[in-house]
DNA sequence: CGCATAGTTCGTTCCTCATCGAAGCATTCT
DNA sequence: AGAATGCTTCGATGAGGAACGAACTATGCG
């Protein structure tokens, strides 16, 4: 019991699932706000802010307050360090089994992962996009094809509006562990799947639920 | 929420006090037995087990079995860098405050420390035995003086029976920050100690409680 | 000014998990 | 063989803390 400084404590703050997601999420790099991480984490804001609230107290995150929005990052390069060492330590002793978190279920088939699509469904539409070269994938990097525009242009999104954030990132899903897309098309997706009413969302959850018409032109839009 | 590897389920094997002590000690290289960990924990040995139970099933643990006794040890040096890592944040963001322990107060004045004294006397003790040069202390090291077979045979403890254990050793004080004596002369002192009747240990604890004619005999014998 | 958005605080509920005593195996000693 | 030691399993207890809804504060927008 040589015991020097309080690693239960800083290990305890890593050691819960919701706060475990916040942290990878800002292992990114880039601060993000409550909300965001809410979303991140699968839980509501009020958890989110006591979790981060938890954070800040153990020293572990920076905060960065701008206006209405308060945005939160990783502390430091030692922080991250400390994430990366636990990560390498969990992936070496295997993935044992996915733990499910407070509502699963629907979530592995489809859900919002911060502001586009998650989940199977995502997943087997985006092998689609890349398979029928609507999307070229170099491994992580994701860009537009040739008949992108069209495409898309085609069910009213339009992919030549360059907003700050890329249009096309790979995000890796956990449920099925490869990836799905994200960025600034991923979100328009999403939005479209929604305001066609193919799906919606399940109420204080992440599960995106899509009705039988709606899951049959969606396959027909993004599967066919 | 992309979740890799599971790191909130490494991270809270670390966060449980009692673990966080057991792998702090197993940080020395060396394997412990359960009964040894439980005494560096501070907790009972059928609560060691468990946690030993889990450390083991979360793989940061290997298990050498000889004969009766089972030799925890870390499962590799990922798992002592994941532990250092983590030391190094906890020290970063500052010795917030001790924790103290399920059963802590007494602890701090004289406890046992596996199989010697530890806690504030401990540490006065070795400070006067090195003063009196009966001790050589270099940094780490401890060595035997001129005069120390003939002052502890004095007393009736023989520092020439030649064990696999070192004589002495230092080990360093939680509660104090500064080294006490262990080894097989502090083994010998504490029984030494508990034999006369000088103190006794707390029901359960680790705690050593001195009655006041045993406290002046020590004072006598080691302080004075 | 209202109204909407972003976040925190409060209070309650609930569940996990740490803890220990007692009893049960296993191994070694005599 | 019996006794003693080392460790694990079982069962019961209890406390900490994660979760959320509702209410409250703060900033920005029209």
Redesign the pocket.
């Known amino acids: 019991m040589r015991e020097g400084p309080d690693i239960a404590r800083i290990a305890?703050l890593v050691?819960?699932?919701?706060?475990a997601n916040m942290l990878n999420a800002l292992m990114g790099g880039t601060a993000l706000?409550?909300?965001?991480l809410?979303l991140e984490?699968?839980?509501?804001?009020?958890?989110?802010?006591?979790?981060?609230?938890?954070l800040m107290e153990g020293g572990l995150l920076t905060?960065a307050?701008?206006?209405?929005?308060?945005?939160?990052g990783l502390a430091g390069p030692q922080v991250a360090g400390m994430i990366e060492a636990i990560t390498g330590v969990a992936e070496a002793v295997g993935p044992k089994r996915v733990r499910p978190?407070?509502?699963d279920g629907a979530m592995r088939v489809a859900r919002v992962c911060y502001d586009h699509l998650a989940g199977e469904q995502a997943v087997a539409m985006l092998d689609r996009l890349v398979e029928k070269d609507i999307l070229l994938r170099d491994d992580r990097e994701i860009r537009l094809g040739p008949s992108a525009a069209s495409h898309f242009a085609a069910i009213g999104i339009d992919v030549d509006a360059k907003p700050r954030r890329p249009v096309c990132r790979a995000c890796l899903d956990w449920s099925v562990r490869r990836s799905h897309l994200a960025g600034t098309l991923g979100a328009a997706i999403l939005d479209k799947i929604l305001q066609e009413k193919w799906a919606r969302r399940e109420?204080?959850?992440r599960a995106v639920i899509f009705s039988p018409p709606g899951k049959q032109a969606f396959d027909r839009v993004f599967l066919s």
Chains 1, 2 share one sequence.
């Open positions: 305890s050691g819960d699932p919701a706060r706000t409550a909300s965001e809410a984490a699968g839980v509501s804001l009020p958890t989110a802010s006591s979790h981060l609230s938890k905060l307050s701008q206006g209405r929005h308060r945005y939160y978190g407070p509502r109420k204080d959850s």
